[in-house]
């Protein structure tokens, strides 16, 4: 009498997949855009919708991929061309989550056709001797429920918990690159996989040893494929992309052997992989429609070259212990709150749990896990930036939701216990697949609710309000100068305003932009503006032989700050000139020489969030100033020490609304003043010169009360 055959796992339908996807799917896009950004928000986020707008060249490397379906989604007959790039954003993380559950699901369908680690332990042997499933032990004495529930519910919690994790919660309420680039890696992922298995069933189900080559013509369509799309991956934000490469590339010698990397197979990948990078062709294609956004105007060979290698961005990476030691404790903090509060970590201790039962179960899928995790961290730990770092870690981040999905498949194996109700034991399973996401949730949600986030639209208003018209304004703050391009070139809000970011002006692609912009500006400084240029485009070339030579160094940074004064000069004889905070204080770095010329020729009148450059000893009125603060300090929106807001938002406004109170007491209204010292107390109420302006002219008035 032959032994029953194990029922097949409700994950071997398509159909059963495909649900389990578009549940994820529709509960993660349901969340989404209940707390979608209705506008442009900081960082990147104005300079890439005007990209996407426009269909141009955005900063390095250029996403050319992620700029033409961005391109697509800007006409939508709904929202602003903002709301619709932020839902571009929401829709490819939502499908990223979805695909997850796809992902875990070829993984646990995978385990069927692999036999057990070899081990010479008597409980490894018991082991041995029983079915092998994905989830460790034959259904054949289980419940159809039980079956469904163990089959279904880790693929559901690594979505779900995928989908409500920080950083790609984050970035699905805005415009950003990552959700489209982490799609891509999880497609890669589901297709790796699905190649892998199709390989296993077929040498687990053949009776007579199966040539390489045969299994090629059957299953290399789906390595061909994520060969391809990891090519189309490279044209969004190759770097994340990349990190996985060795990952995979051990996937096939751990699946195939050497001798797939001998053989044509390889060379047909390359071949698909070079076809997705020829995506980057849009790049010339589009810098050579003079798009306003034309970031590094790469039209030739060269110039494309710099921008997809991000030769400006080089500075950041840098191999240092020091760097490293103080990024792993940027990571720690970002991991400890990716799925929830830091003082629950359930999923990390699922995630934990899974690691260690797949490094029991599949060896192959475990270092190829470590691996992404090596390599992604490897490159972050090095890499020294700030706004968006929490992106960097997106591999790793899914590859902790994957494992936490089988940590669950573990956990209901453990609970298939004869001893244990199968009722009571399903209801455990269903509760934790259901408890961690919600952990997510809840931990999650304050700090990534940007339904009411008008916090970039608001600071560039409050700047643009104080303005007079045809005002020149300086600036060296990107979280002004981004959203201020996607207002001002794409909606049109105050198009006579002259607006010039200090850090762009030292690249030459930036003067095809000002010329077609600000054509009367420019050509007022054309003298000086063609001498900067000249010694600008030999230094983009050649950087270091202007740090060799003193007497070019010196050349072409007397040019540069000529060509500041010239504009500032021609520009106060007509109409007022504005700088922001940072440009006004500056005392080191590349612009303090220009702060030191413009404190030496001239006085600074704050002007709410900016001050107004004024000639020396002149006497001005102080402004009324009314500041729209949604979500600054009214408990609507929350925000984490290291978000943009806390760390270079909130700081100008507090200090900025000081000036402003000092000024106005300097001047005698003090009334005013306290109004300006209470604003700027109501954003940090232990900021001490606010407390200290705000006591004094309350001393003044009262003195002015009793000499009455």
């Known amino acids: 009498m032959t032994a029953p055959t194990p029922a097949a796992s409700p994950l071997a339908s398509v159909r059963v997949r495909m649900i389990c996807a578009a549940f994820v799917f529709i509960a993660a896009i349901t969340l989404?855009?209940?707390?979608?950004?209705?506008?442009?928000?900081?960082?990147?986020?104005?300079?890439?919708?005007?990209?996407?707008?426009?269909?141009?060249?955005?900063?390095?490397?250029?996403?050319?991929?992620?700029?033409?379906?961005?391109?697509?989604?800007?006409?939508l007959p709904i929202g602003s061309v903002a709301a619709r790039v932020n839902f571009a954003s929401a829709l490819f993380a939502?499908?990223?989550?979805?695909?997850?559950?796809?992902?875990?699901a070829e993984m646990l369908l995978s385990f069927d056709a692999l036999p057990f680690i070899k081990d010479?332990?008597?409980?490894?042997?018991?082991?041995?001797?029983?079915?092998?499933?994905?989830?460790?032990?034959?259904?054949?004495?289980?419940?159809?429920?039980?079956?469904?529930?163990?089959?279904?519910?880790?693929?559901?919690?690594?979505?779900?918990?995928?989908?409500?994790?920080?950083?790609?919660?984050?970035?699905?309420?805005?415009?950003?690159?990552?959700?489209?680039?982490?799609?891509?890696?999880?497609?890669i992922f589901f297709l790796m996989f699905g190649w892998r298995r199709r390989i296993l069933d077929e040498r687990v189900k053949s009776s007579k040893a199966i040539r390489s080559g045969d299994r090629a013509s059957r299953h290399d369509r789906w390595l061909y494929g994520a060969a391809l799309v990891f090519g189309l991956a490279m044209g969004v934000h190759h770097i994340s992309v990349a990190v996985t490469l060795p990952a995979f590339a051990y996937l096939v010698f751990a699946t195939e052997g050497f001798g797939f990397f001998a053989s044509k197979r390889l060379l047909k990948a390359a071949l698909f992989a070079f076809a997705g990078l020829a995506v980057y062709l849009c790049l010339p294609l589009a810098a050579?429609?003079?798009?306003?956004?034309?970031?590094?105007?790469?039209?030739?060979?060269?110039?494309?070259w710099w921008h997809v290698t991000g030769k400006q961005y080089q500075t950041f990476f840098e191999f240092s212990p020091q760097i490293i030691g103080r990024q792993f404790k940027v990571f720690l903090t970002l991991a400890g709150r990716e799925f929830g509060f830091v003082w629950l970590p359930l999923a990390l201790l699922m995630a934990i749990t899974g690691l260690v039962a797949i490094f029991k179960r599949d060896r192959t899928l475990f270092w190829c896990f470590v691996?992404?995790?090596?390599?992604?961290?490897?490159?972050?730990?090095?890499?020294?930036?700030?706004?968006?770092?929490?992106?960097?870690?997106?591999?790793t981040f899914l590859t902790l939701a994957i494992a936490a999905g089988y940590g669950l498949a573990w956990l209901l194996n453990k609970l298939r216990n004869p001893r244990l109700p199968v009722k009571v034991a399903m209801s455990i399973a269903i509760i934790v697949a259901l408890l961690v996401p919600a952990i997510a949730v809840a931990g999650n949600f304050d700090f990534n609710n940007r339904h009411s986030y008008f916090i970039a639209r608001d600071y560039v208003e409050n700047i643009l309000k104080t303005m007079e018209p045809k005002g020149l304004l300086l600036t060296d703050d990107w979280q002004v100068y981004s959203p201020l391009l996607y207002l001002r070139e794409v909606e049109g809000l105050r198009k006579d305003v002259v607006a010039m970011d200090i850090q762009q002006l030292r690249r030459s692609w930036y003067y095809d932009y000002l010329n077609t912009v600000y054509p009367e500006t420019m050509t007022a400084a054309r003298g000086q503006v063609d001498a900067f240029l000249e010694d600008l485009r030999h230094w983009e070339t050649d950087a270091q032989l202007y740090q060799r030579d003193p007497m070019l160094n010196e050349r072409i940074n007397t040019r540069f700050f000529d060509m500041i004064e010239v504009f500032v000069t021609n520009q106060i004889g007509h109409a007022p000139v504005y700088i922001?905070?940072?440009?006004?204080?500056?005392t080191q770095g590349q612009n303090h020489e220009l702060t030191e010329w413009l404190r030496k020729t001239f006085d600074f009148v704050p002007r709410g969030l900016v001050f107004q450059v004024i000639n020396k000893g002149s006497l001005t009125e102080p402004a009324e100033v009314q500041l729209q603060t949604r979500g600054l300090n009214d408990g609507s929106l929350k925000f984490a020490d290291d978000d943009v807001v806390k760390l270079k938002v909130l700081p100008v406004y507090k200090v900025m609304m000081t000036n402003n109170g000092l000024y106005l007491a300097a001047h005698g209204r003090h009334d005013r003043a306290v109004a300006a010292f209470k604003e700027a107390l109501a954003i940090d109420p232990n900021y001490k010169p606010a407390e200290q302006g705000l006591n004094e002219s309350l001393r003044a008035l009262r003195k002015n009360e009793a000499g009455k």
């Open 32 to 75: 989404y855009l209940s707390t979608l950004a209705p506008t442009v928000t900081l960082v990147d986020s104005g300079e890439l919708a005007l990209a996407a707008k426009t269909f141009g060249v955005a900063h390095p490397p250029g996403f050319p991929l992620y700029v033409l379906l961005a391109h697509a989604f800007t006409w």
């Open 94 to 104: 939502a499908l990223a989550a979805a695909m997850l559950t796809l992902v875990l």
């Open 120 to 187: 010479k332990s008597k409980k490894a042997e018991r082991k041995a001797k029983k079915p092998s499933t994905g989830i460790e032990r034959s259904a054949d004495h289980a419940s159809r429920v039980e079956r469904w529930v163990i089959a279904i519910a880790p693929c559901i919690l690594a979505g779900l918990l995928f989908a409500f994790s920080r950083t790609l919660w984050a970035y699905a309420t805005i415009t950003e690159v990552y959700t489209l680039n982490t799609l891509l890696i999880v497609v």
């Open 288 to 304: 050579s429609a003079r798009p306003l956004m034309n970031w590094g105007d790469p039209r030739t060979l060269e110039r494309l």
């Open 371 to 395: 691996l992404v995790i090596i390599f992604d961290m490897t490159w972050a730990l090095n890499y020294e930036i700030a706004e968006d770092k929490d992106a960097y870690y997106l591999p």
């Open 580 to 586: 922001t905070s940072n440009v006004a204080t500056s």
